[in-house]
């Protein structure tokens, strides 16, 4: 993206930036941001917000996926979700899409290929129910899962996302919820990233903070005073840094990928 100009005239806060850019009125610029929700059974601390165990980044040499419900009405022609689409991005660091059609509990070995890291999963066609996935349906290989739609929802809830070749993501602002059932829970999220001053740590899943929120059975968000900038190959996601007791925990970072 070159200059901070629209046809309307100069750009003058982040706001009128952001505005212009969902509107796809600056060039090599779009709206990007995550979706993670995280279920807690107690106190628990360090963990990338996401549905799924350890969070995993994939080999830089690229990975091979399966896809599997663990429901058989998930499968292409039956009343669960037929279809998932799936963005990723290649061993070049490319942007990629592929539609899967389902096969209930039988995994679609091999499903992609030369994947380096999956951004989103989501449905792309369903059936008579239609109202999301009946089972939890997960791009794995082994026991190491890479994405996942829990059963009942329609996308992937990871909160990570990998920077493009060739673009640059810029993080505006953050937003984080904890809801407990029986007790207020106390709750430290952070945006987080494996990139820090000249370093990138994807190798080693290391992730620097830069930025918290405190919760105490309520919701926060805020519009960071300064954009933070992470290049491409990097993975930008929200941490649970602490909680003391069970709770559903969401956070999500937003802002824009633009060209590098």
């Keep these: 993206m070159t200059g901070i100009t629209s046809n309307s005239g100069p750009l003058r806060t982040v706001q009128d930036l952001g505005v212009q ?4 009125n600056l060039s090599g610029a779009k709206p990007e941001g995550s ?3 995280l279920t807690t059974t107690g106190a628990d601390a360090n963990r990338i917000i996401w549905p799924n165990g350890a969070f995993k980044i994939p080999d830089p040499a690229g990975i091979t996926v399966d ?4 429901d058989v009405n998930d499968i292409d022609g039956g009343s669960g979700v037929n279809a998932v689409e799936v963005h990723y991005l290649d061993v070049n660091l490319d942007e990629q899409s592929v539609v ?3 096969n209930g509990t039988t995994p679609i070995v091999g499903a992609i290929s030369g994947v380096r890291f999956i951004n989103c999963m989501h449905i792309q066609t369903t059936g008579t129910l239609g109202q999301g996935a009946v089972g939890d349906i997960k791009a794995y290989i082994t026991t190491q899962t890479y994405s996942e739609i829990k059963a009942g929802d329609v996308r992937c809830s990871s909160s990570a996302r ?16 904890a809801i407990s059932g029986t007790a207020a829970a106390r709750v430290l999220v ?12 994807t190798d080693q899943e290391l992730f620097m903070p830069f930025g918290s929120i405190g919760l105490q059975d309520s919701s926060e968000g805020f519009n960071l005073p300064v954009l933070l900038p992470f290049k491409e190959g990097t993975v930008i996601a ?23």
């Design 21 to 24: 850019i969902a509107r796809g």
């Design 35 to 37: 979706f993670g929700e």
């Design 67 to 70: 896809i599997v419900s663990s």
């Design 238 to 260: 929200m941490l649970l840094k602490t909680t003391d007791k069970a709770a559903l925990i969401t956070a999500d970072w937003f802002g824009w990928i633009e060209d590098a």
């Design 190 to 201: 952070q945006v987080v990233a494996t990139e820090l001053d000249n370093h990138q740590y």
């Design 100 to 102: 899967i059609p389902l």
């Design 162 to 177: 990998m920077v493009p070749r060739g673009k640059r993501t810029m993080v505006a602002g953050i937003v984080g919820s």
